[in-house]
Protein backbone atom coordinates (compact mmCIF):
# COMPACT_ATOMS: atom_id res chain seq x y z
CA UNK A 1 0.00 0.00 0.00
CA UNK A 2 2.41 3.05 -1.24
CA UNK A 3 1.87 5.96 1.03
CA UNK A 4 0.74 9.38 0.42
CA UNK A 5 2.21 10.52 -2.62
CA UNK A 6 2.65 14.47 -3.25
CA UNK A 7 3.10 15.72 -6.58
CA UNK A 8 5.52 17.65 -7.76
CA UNK A 9 8.25 17.51 -4.74
CA UNK A 10 9.54 20.75 -5.95
CA UNK A 11 8.09 24.17 -7.44
CA UNK A 12 9.50 26.99 -8.78
CA UNK A 13 6.93 29.93 -9.99
CA UNK A 14 7.24 33.48 -10.77
CA UNK A 15 4.97 36.11 -8.82
CA UNK A 16 1.62 36.13 -10.53
CA UNK A 17 2.12 32.85 -12.45
CA UNK A 18 -0.84 29.99 -10.73
CA UNK A 19 0.76 26.85 -8.75
CA UNK A 20 -1.05 23.48 -8.62
CA UNK A 21 0.02 21.16 -5.99
CA UNK A 22 -1.38 17.87 -6.02
CA UNK A 23 -1.80 15.28 -3.25
CA UNK A 24 -2.79 11.17 -3.87
CA UNK A 25 -4.10 9.65 -0.26
CA UNK A 26 -3.30 6.24 0.44
CA UNK A 27 -5.66 3.68 -1.03
CA UNK A 28 -9.03 3.58 1.28
CA UNK A 29 -8.61 7.06 2.88
CA UNK A 30 -11.36 9.53 2.13
CA UNK A 31 -9.80 12.10 4.37
CA UNK A 32 -8.01 15.06 3.53
CA UNK A 33 -5.91 17.83 4.73
CA UNK A 34 -3.20 20.21 3.73
CA UNK A 35 -1.30 22.15 5.85
CA UNK A 36 1.61 24.70 5.81
CA UNK A 37 5.18 25.37 6.80
CA UNK A 38 6.19 28.68 6.36
CA UNK A 39 10.28 28.75 6.86
CA UNK A 40 11.00 28.68 10.88
CA UNK A 41 7.33 27.96 11.71
CA UNK A 42 5.09 25.34 12.58
CA UNK A 43 2.71 23.78 10.61
CA UNK A 44 -0.35 25.53 10.21
CA UNK A 45 -4.00 23.93 8.90
CA UNK A 46 -5.39 24.90 5.89
CA UNK A 47 -8.12 22.34 5.18
CA UNK A 48 -10.08 19.40 5.20
CA UNK A 49 -11.27 17.84 2.78
CA UNK A 50 -13.63 14.56 2.30
CA UNK A 51 -14.56 13.17 -1.22
CA UNK A 52 -16.37 16.27 -3.35
CA UNK A 53 -16.62 17.95 -0.21
CA UNK A 54 -14.94 20.82 1.99
CA UNK A 55 -15.59 20.23 5.44
CA UNK A 56 -13.32 22.68 7.49
CA UNK A 57 -11.31 25.56 5.36
CA UNK A 58 -11.20 28.03 8.18
CA UNK A 59 -7.31 28.16 7.88
CA UNK A 60 -7.39 29.06 4.31
CA UNK A 61 -6.68 32.58 3.47
CA UNK A 62 -9.62 34.17 2.02
CA UNK A 63 -8.24 35.06 -1.85
CA UNK A 64 -6.25 33.31 -3.90
CA UNK A 65 -5.95 29.80 -2.47
CA UNK A 66 -8.74 27.48 -3.47
CA UNK A 67 -8.59 23.60 -2.70
CA UNK A 68 -10.70 20.60 -4.11
CA UNK A 69 -11.00 16.31 -4.08
CA UNK A 70 -13.22 15.18 -6.92
CA UNK A 71 -14.57 11.67 -7.04
CA UNK A 72 -11.93 10.71 -8.97
CA UNK A 73 -8.03 11.48 -8.98
CA UNK A 74 -6.04 13.65 -6.41
CA UNK A 75 -6.77 16.58 -4.26
CA UNK A 76 -5.44 19.69 -5.63
CA UNK A 77 -4.75 23.02 -3.59
CA UNK A 78 -4.95 25.81 -6.08
CA UNK A 79 -2.52 29.01 -5.52
CA UNK A 80 -3.87 32.05 -8.29
CA UNK A 81 -1.40 34.53 -8.43
CA UNK A 82 1.21 33.81 -6.39
CA UNK A 83 3.11 36.16 -4.54
CA UNK A 84 6.92 35.50 -2.21
CA UNK A 85 4.70 34.81 0.68
CA UNK A 86 3.72 31.74 -0.48
CA UNK A 87 7.02 30.36 -0.40
CA UNK A 88 6.62 27.40 1.91
CA UNK A 89 6.52 23.74 1.88
CA UNK A 90 3.08 22.56 1.97
CA UNK A 91 2.01 19.03 3.12
CA UNK A 92 -0.58 16.34 2.59
CA UNK A 93 -1.97 13.82 5.10
CA UNK A 94 -5.02 11.64 5.17
CA UNK A 95 -6.83 9.27 7.45
CA UNK A 96 -9.36 6.73 7.06
CA UNK A 97 -12.90 7.12 7.99
CA UNK A 98 -12.78 5.24 11.01
CA UNK A 99 -9.66 7.01 12.46
CA UNK A 100 -10.13 10.58 10.78
CA UNK A 101 -9.74 12.47 14.22
CA UNK A 102 -6.69 10.61 15.33
CA UNK A 103 -4.63 8.90 12.80
CA UNK A 104 -2.87 10.74 9.86
CA UNK A 105 -0.60 10.25 7.07
CA UNK A 106 1.33 12.56 6.35
CA UNK A 107 3.36 13.18 2.28
CA UNK A 108 6.50 14.45 1.82
CA UNK A 109 5.56 17.84 0.81
CA UNK A 110 5.60 20.32 -1.87
CA UNK A 111 8.30 22.94 -1.79
CA UNK A 112 7.10 25.89 -3.32
CA UNK A 113 9.50 28.71 -4.29
CA UNK A 114 8.01 32.35 -5.46
CA UNK A 115 10.39 34.17 -7.57
CA UNK B 1 -0.82 32.10 21.64
CA UNK B 2 -0.45 28.66 20.67
CA UNK B 3 -2.24 25.81 21.36
CA UNK B 4 1.11 23.53 21.82
CA UNK B 5 4.23 24.73 23.09
CA UNK B 6 7.54 22.87 22.88
CA UNK B 7 10.54 23.06 24.31
CA UNK B 8 13.35 23.55 23.85
CA UNK B 9 13.14 25.11 20.40
CA UNK B 10 17.19 24.03 19.88
CA UNK B 11 19.27 21.34 20.97
CA UNK B 12 22.48 19.74 20.69
CA UNK B 13 23.80 16.76 22.22
CA UNK B 14 26.56 14.24 22.11
CA UNK B 15 26.45 10.98 20.88
CA UNK B 16 25.28 8.56 23.20
CA UNK B 17 23.41 11.28 25.40
CA UNK B 18 20.11 10.91 26.82
CA UNK B 19 17.68 13.27 25.09
CA UNK B 20 14.30 14.67 26.63
CA UNK B 21 12.04 17.08 24.37
CA UNK B 22 8.94 18.73 26.35
CA UNK B 23 5.50 19.66 24.98
CA UNK B 24 2.90 21.79 26.85
CA UNK B 25 -0.71 21.76 25.73
CA UNK B 26 -3.93 24.47 26.29
CA UNK B 27 -6.46 22.69 25.28
CA UNK B 28 -8.54 19.02 25.56
CA UNK B 29 -7.54 16.62 22.98
CA UNK B 30 -8.68 13.62 22.00
CA UNK B 31 -4.85 12.68 21.38
CA UNK B 32 -1.37 13.64 21.28
CA UNK B 33 1.11 12.53 18.56
CA UNK B 34 4.89 12.68 18.23
CA UNK B 35 6.43 13.47 14.45
CA UNK B 36 9.81 13.65 13.38
CA UNK B 37 10.94 15.67 9.79
CA UNK B 38 14.20 15.39 8.50
CA UNK B 39 16.04 18.40 6.93
CA UNK B 40 14.20 18.45 3.48
CA UNK B 41 12.38 15.58 4.43
CA UNK B 42 8.56 14.82 4.83
CA UNK B 43 7.07 13.78 7.89
CA UNK B 44 6.97 10.48 9.86
CA UNK B 45 4.54 9.91 12.85
CA UNK B 46 6.78 8.31 15.60
CA UNK B 47 3.74 8.19 18.27
CA UNK B 48 0.07 8.52 19.32
CA UNK B 49 -0.54 8.99 22.77
CA UNK B 50 -3.89 9.21 24.82
CA UNK B 51 -2.55 8.40 27.86
CA UNK B 52 0.87 6.60 29.67
CA UNK B 53 3.57 6.13 28.19
CA UNK B 54 4.91 4.10 24.94
CA UNK B 55 8.28 2.89 23.82
CA UNK B 56 9.50 2.35 20.60
CA UNK B 57 13.28 0.95 20.38
CA UNK B 58 15.29 3.93 21.77
CA UNK B 59 12.32 6.55 21.88
CA UNK B 60 9.87 6.71 24.50
CA UNK B 61 6.56 8.85 24.88
CA UNK B 62 4.95 9.98 27.69
CA UNK B 63 1.56 11.94 28.66
CA UNK B 64 0.38 13.32 31.91
CA UNK B 65 -3.02 13.92 31.10
CA UNK B 66 -3.81 16.26 33.91
CA UNK B 67 -0.87 18.46 33.53
CA UNK B 68 -1.50 18.53 29.67
CA UNK B 69 2.31 17.75 29.17
CA UNK B 70 4.32 15.06 27.35
CA UNK B 71 7.56 14.44 26.98
CA UNK B 72 9.29 12.42 24.10
CA UNK B 73 12.82 10.67 25.33
CA UNK B 74 15.52 9.34 23.00
CA UNK B 75 17.85 6.94 24.81
CA UNK B 76 21.70 6.38 23.33
CA UNK B 77 20.95 8.93 21.06
CA UNK B 78 22.61 8.91 17.90
CA UNK B 79 23.76 11.37 15.29
CA UNK B 80 21.15 9.61 12.81
CA UNK B 81 18.42 10.71 15.28
CA UNK B 82 19.06 14.28 14.18
CA UNK B 83 15.90 15.91 13.20
CA UNK B 84 13.00 18.47 14.08
CA UNK B 85 11.03 16.36 16.15
CA UNK B 86 6.96 18.30 16.11
CA UNK B 87 4.22 17.60 18.51
CA UNK B 88 0.79 17.81 17.39
CA UNK B 89 -2.40 17.41 19.00
CA UNK B 90 -5.80 16.32 17.92
CA UNK B 91 -9.05 17.90 19.59
CA UNK B 92 -12.01 16.36 20.80
CA UNK B 93 -14.04 18.40 18.01
CA UNK B 94 -12.73 18.66 14.82
CA UNK B 95 -10.20 16.89 12.88
CA UNK B 96 -7.36 18.99 11.99
CA UNK B 97 -4.21 18.89 14.51
CA UNK B 98 -2.72 21.43 16.00
CA UNK B 99 1.38 21.82 16.15
CA UNK B 100 4.15 22.92 18.15
CA UNK B 101 6.91 24.75 16.55
CA UNK B 102 9.51 21.80 16.51
CA UNK B 103 12.52 21.38 18.59
CA UNK B 104 15.68 21.03 16.32
CA UNK B 105 17.76 17.93 17.46
CA UNK B 106 21.50 17.95 16.46
CA UNK B 107 22.90 15.01 17.86
CA UNK B 108 27.24 15.04 17.57
CA UNK B 109 29.41 12.31 17.25
Known amino acids: NAGVMQNPRHLVRRRGQEARLRCSPMKGHSHVYWYRQLPEEGLKFMVYLQKENIIDESGMPKERFSAEFPKEGPSILRIQQVVRGDSAAYFC?????????????FGPGTRLLVL | KNEVEQSPQNLTAQEGEFITINCSYSVGISALHWLQQHPGGGIVSLFM???GKKKHGRLIATINIQEKHSSLHITASHPRDSAVYIC???????????FGTGTSLTVIP
Open chain 2, 49 to 51: LSS
Open chain 1, 93 to 105: ASSPPSLARETQY
Open chain 2, 88 to 98: AVSLNTGNQFY
